[in-house]
């Protein structure tokens, strides 16, 4: 039976283990929006996962929905990026970039000239961002127009090849959390008529094109998902079915042949099964309508991760905020040894305390 300390083929490219750091959103990439030596240090330091992911980091200047997050659209971004990919490689490991458009989770404070987030919608949630001033209801969204979405699938694309310029292994689509490319998954979301809005088929084209758009140009084997069908963060309702919106989805990514999906469990950072569920969510099933690489995130304890593999219910187990406060988080789990705890209050923003300074053993 396969444990969580073997190593794994992802399409062609050697995981030393099957732990994945998960993105972590840290709010640190100053100035301009860029990683900077102590971003590099970060993630350095926990390049013994089998998979970096990194924290989500806008395709473009419109992308942006919370102070001080990377971006990977200008030259220096690009070339600050490669200073973490190198020192990630240097260390022996491996990194996805997620790329991230945050559509109606924003504030006009936060985007260029002070535009109004777009989205598939012009409804608000009633979510917070975090902004200059600190945490600001999120501001009105203009509804995209149809004629806007190849321009938008463009700028995954540039994204995309800038992250594999940077030096990164493949990148991770940021489809989960209900930031833009859920909120035209979802018919909780998703009022459009047109060819993006209405049936199944409609709101998952965006992200089916954007997939094939991307997997075009960097290749498939280098291209992840990443998917939540059930939760409600950022204040937004679940899809009607998500189980035949979701399995629809994978459906169009299976013939792609892409690297992996990664699915969140449940609430994300909170309950795996969530009480008030009109349905339990069937993940298995979703993951044989898919039938490639599985990666599965939310509160995996080292037991449950372990069982999950030796069973073969996921190939990969992408961990959080465990790897914040244990960049040894391997060793510590192979060995038994004792986790860090997390300094919560130091999560967003800030400087080494709570981002490099947490102990090896
Ligand atoms: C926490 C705070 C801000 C952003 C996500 C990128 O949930 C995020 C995020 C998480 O995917």
Redesign the pocket.
């Known amino acids: 039976m396969p444990t969580l300390y073997d190593s794994f083929d992802l399409s062609g490219i050697h995981l030393d283990n099957r732990l994945v750091m998960a993105?972590l959103?840290r709010?640190r990439a100053t100035p301009g929006n860029k990683p900077n030596a102590l971003t590099v240090e970060y993630y350095r330091q926990r390049a013994t996962a089998g998979l970096i992911i990194t924290?989500?980091t806008q395709i473009s200047p419109m992308g942006q929905?919370?102070i001080d997050?990377p971006g990977i659209y200008s030259a220096d971004q690009i070339e600050a990026w490669g200073s973490v990919s190198d020192a990630v490689h240097a260390a022996g490991g491996k990194l996805f970039m997620q790329l991230?458009h945050v559509g109606r989770i924003s504030h006009t404070s936060l985007l260029p000239d002070g535009a109004s987030p777009v989205s598939s919608t012009d409804r608000k949630p009633n979510a917070m961002t975090?902004a200059a001033e600190g945490f600001v209801e999120v501001s009105a969204p203009r509804a995209l127009r149809d004629d806007e979405m190849p321009g938008l699938i463009d700028d995954y694309r540039k994204a995309a090849r800038n992250a594999i310029d940077a030096g990164c292994d493949g990148v991770e689509i940021?489809s989960?959390?209900n930031?833009l490319l859920e909120q035209f998954l979802r018919d909780s979301v998703n009022d459009r008529s047109g060819p993006y809005g209405g049936s199944i088929e409609n709101r998952t084209r965006l992200v089916v094109e954007i997939m094939q758009t991307v997997c075009r140009e960097v290749g498939a084997n280098r291209v992840g998902i990443r998917l939540s069908p059930m939760t409600t963060?950022n204040d937004t309702p679940r899809d009607s079915d998500p189980q035949a919106l979701y399995t629809y989805l994978v459906e169009q990514l299976k013939p792609l042949g892409i690297a992996y999906v990664h699915v969140v469990e449940g609430e994300?950072g909170g309950a795996r099964e969530p009480e008030d569920a009109a349905r339990p969510f069937d993940y298995n099933a979703l993951k044989a309508a898919f039938g490639g690489c599985w990666m599965v995130n939310n509160g995996y304890s080292k037991e449950m991760a372990g069982s999950a593999i030796a069973q073969g219910s996921a190939d990969l187990i992408a961990i959080g905020r465990p790897f914040i406060s244990n960049p040894d988080l391997v060793r510590r789990f192979e060995e038994g040894a004792e986790l860090n705890q997390l300094q919560e209050d130091k999560l967003?923003g800030g400087g080494a305390a709570g981002y490099t300074d947490y102990p090896t053993l």
Do not use: R, V
Request: proline share 6%.
């Open positions: 993105p959103t709010n924290e989500a929905g919370y997050t991230w975090f940021h989960a959390n930031y963060f994300t967003y």
